[in-house]
Structure formats: structure tokens, C-alpha cells
């Protein structure tokens, strides 16, 4: 999508604000002892009461609001009835739609206790999203995001998984420009237009290289198996930089 007007831009920054909003309160929701199902179904809530259709469940009939993955789980976790434990880290991502407008959105969250190479992995993981959220603008390459994400995680130590990209995103859930490299990508040549819409979510890993698929049609796990964290945004990019459409508020 490429916004070419200023109410398009109003029923994006809406949607948005839903996904963000639903993502924080189920953030502050989690605890041991609850199910991923218990902490899907706060999210549908939330979406439904503000006037959103789940984005997963619509676009492609995922079973369950929210994406909700544990652990070894690194994306598109089947919410259900597993028990979130001390010491899980949970990914969730929340996408949806409103009046034909999508927004996506996610982040990684820690259940105490945990070490400290998870605390800093998880800051980390926020500092690599932002990274690569400060090279977006019209004009400006889309191989800089995954340069400038892919420096970041080669100073500081981790891994990047490398078969999850970031998409474009606004008037369905996926659509062009497709399979935008959040790590270095030497065949990339696209340039940003002004008003094009995409995420940028890089997955940052103490190891893993690969999302590999598991049992079910859906979750994903890290492989080699190691703890992962996953942080995204939707965002515009204009001739002044970044605008983040998923800003809780």
C-alpha cells in the first residue's frame, strides 16, 4: 500500500492504534499459570470492542485471534492449552483489520525470573527493530534496514533468523513489497516510495538461523534451538523518516 491521502492515513493510524493498544494489554496480562488460549482470548476483546476483525483469522482462517508463541516457538504459535511458566518467553503478534485498513504489530515478553542474557536479548531485540526503523524514509533503499539491523546484531553477538521477513502491509495483511530482508541482503535494489507501507520486525536470536515448521500447518521453531525474540512495527515511509502507525495511546 502507498497512502496518498490523508484519510487513508487516519483509518491506518487507527487500526494501528488498536493492534498496539490490544498488544500492551495483553503484555500486562501475562502470567504463569495462564493458557495461551486464556491470553488469545483477551485479545479478540479487545480488537472486537473497538470495531477490528482479527487479521490472521480473516485472511487466512489461523486458528485463534493473536499469534502466541513460547519459547522454542518463535512465530505463528497456535493459541491453546499450554501454560505460560516462569522464566517462558512469549512472542505475541497481533494484526488486524478495520474499514478495509490492516495494521500489525508485535513484541516479545519475558515471565520472571529470567536470566540475564534473556533481559538483555529482549532489550536488544527492541534496539534492532529500531535500528532498522531509523533507515526508512521515501527514497532512502530498502537494503538499509537490513544492513543497518544486521551490523547491530553481528556487534553485539546474536544471530539473525534469516526465512522471516518483514512485508508490505496496510489494505490486506501481506502484499507488496514482499520479503523485505531484515539482515543483510546483497540482491536487494527497491527503493522506498513516499507513503509505502511495511513492518519491520526482525526476529534476533542467541543462535538460531532458521524458522523451521513443526507438526501443525502453522508455529514455526528456531533452529538451531535457541531463544529468540521477535519486535515489530508497521510503518510509513516519508520524505521526513519514519512514521509509526503502532504506537499504543
Excluded at 46 to 71: D, H, K
Excluded at 90 to 103: L, Q
Excluded at 146 to 156: D, T, Y
Excluded at 209 to 220: C, R
Amino acid at each position: 500500500m502507498t497512502i496518498s491521502n490523508e484519510n487513508d492515513l487516519d483509518c491506518l493510524k487507527e487500526v494501528g492504534r488498536i493492534v498496539a493498544n490490544t498488544l500492551e494489554a495483553m503484555g500486562q496480562a501475562l502470567e504463569p499459570g495462564m493458557t495461551t488460549s486464556d491470553l488469545d482470548q483477551i485479545g479478540r476483546k479487545l480488537l472486537e470492542s473497538a470495531g477490528a476483525r482479527p487479521a490472521p483469522e480473516l485472511a487466512y482462517a489461523f486458528p485463534g485471534a493473536t499469534c502466541i508463541s513460547v519459547n522454542e516457538e518463535i512465530a505463528h504459535g497456535i493459541p491453546g492449552t499450554r501454560r505460560i511458566e516462569r522464566g517462558d518467553l512469549v512472542n505475541i503478534d497481533v494484526s488486524a483489520e478495520k474499514n478495509g485498513f490492516f495494521a500489525d504489530t508485535g513484541a516479545s515478553f519475558a515471565v520472571p525470573p529470567v536470566t540475564r542474557a534473556i533481559e538483555r536479548l529482549c532489550r536488544d531485540g527492541r534496539r534492532a527493530m529500531w535500528t532498522g526503523l531509523r533507515q526508512v524514509g521515501a527514497g532512502k533503499p530498502i537494503a538499509g534496514i537490513g544492513q543497518a539491523i544486521g551490523s547491530f546484531a553481528q556487534k553485539n553477538g546474536y544471530t539473525l533468523v534469516r526465512n522471516l521477513a518483514s512485508h508490505g502491509v496496510g489494505l490486506s495483511l501481506h502484499e507488496e513489497p514482499t520479503e523485505i530482508a531484515t539482515w543483510p541482503d546483497r540482491s536487494e535494489r527497491r527503493i522506498m516510495s513516499d507513503g509505502l507501507v511495511f513492518t519491520v520486525e526482525p526476529f534476533l536470536s542467541l543462535g538460531a538461523e532458521w524458522a523451521e515448521d513443526g507438526d501443525d500447518p502453522w508455529t514455526l521453531y528456531s533452529s538451531p534451538k535457541a531463544p529468540t525474540v521477535q519486535y515489530e512495527h508497521t510503518v510509513v515511509a516519508t520524505r521526513s523518516g519514519p512514521l509509526i502507525v503502532t504506537m499504543a495511546g
